[in-house]
């Protein structure tokens, strides 16, 4: 089967300011001028949202939410909504991103009403989803990342593959500077691609971009983007530096 096209997406979590997400976005903007075979995302803070688009919004950067609420508005103050998202530039929003779920508490079923209502608003969620070291070390991994799609995904019936990305990032490899072993990630984006399947069917499934996520950077990405089943990646630290996340696109191109 010919590979899909990947999805790298970059994770400014709580970095930069507008300022610094506008200089970051004009050196993206140069160095990204050749690329064409794989897609490329950034998910500044909200604030530099709108810096961000102005500058990206003819290139082949698309622009993401870091997350969103469920609801259309209301008084649920520091949230954002998934139209904002939208008139900001945006068209993928991360929903689940494993800070979210362990140091702001949130659960599979608010994450479930989060995706419903990213795919209804037409905007890709990017629906992440991964084990702690206690869970791999007990041997849970499958069981957990099982849970966390079953109950993330319930009611979510997906047609165009191209609506949803799926993100592996096993929490042990966030930030640590500790990568999943190409074969580690392979095998945990197989058994997603399985499970999907048995939710949507094997064709949609085999369509669907699995993303790798947890200390990818420059020198390990060619080797886990090559994987079968890993089909692009999503990048917190090496992606606030736009030579290393071009270089890290670069070795996507490179694969594809
Ligand atoms: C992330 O924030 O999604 C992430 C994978 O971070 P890092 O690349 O820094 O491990």
Known sequence: ?????????????????????????????????????????????????????????????????????????????????????????????????????????????GLNKKAIKALQEGLIPIFCVGETLDDRERGRTEAVVREQLQNGLAGIVVDDPGSIVVAYEPVWAIGTGVNATPQQAEDVHAFIREFLGQLWGKATADQVRIQYGGSVKPQNAEELLGQENIDGALVGGASLNADDFAAIIKAGQSVS
Not at 28 to 47: F, G, Q, S
């Open 1 to 109: 089967m010919a590979k899909r096209r990947l999805v790298i997406g970059g994770n400014w979590k709580m970095y930069k300011t507008p300022t610094e997400a506008a200089t970051t976005s004009k050196a993206l903007k140069v160095k990204l001028i050749n690329v064409e075979a794989v897609d490329v995302v950034v998910c500044p803070p909200a604030t530099a949202l709108l810096a961000v688009n102005q500058i990206l919004k003819d290139t082949v950067v698309k622009l993401g939410g870091q997350n969103l609420h469920w609801a259309d508005e209301g008084a649920f103050t520091g949230e954002i909504s998934a139209k904002m998202l939208k008139d900001a530039g945006c068209s993928y929003v991360i929903v689940g991103h494993s800070e979210r779920r362990h140091v702001f508490g949130e659960r599979d079923e």
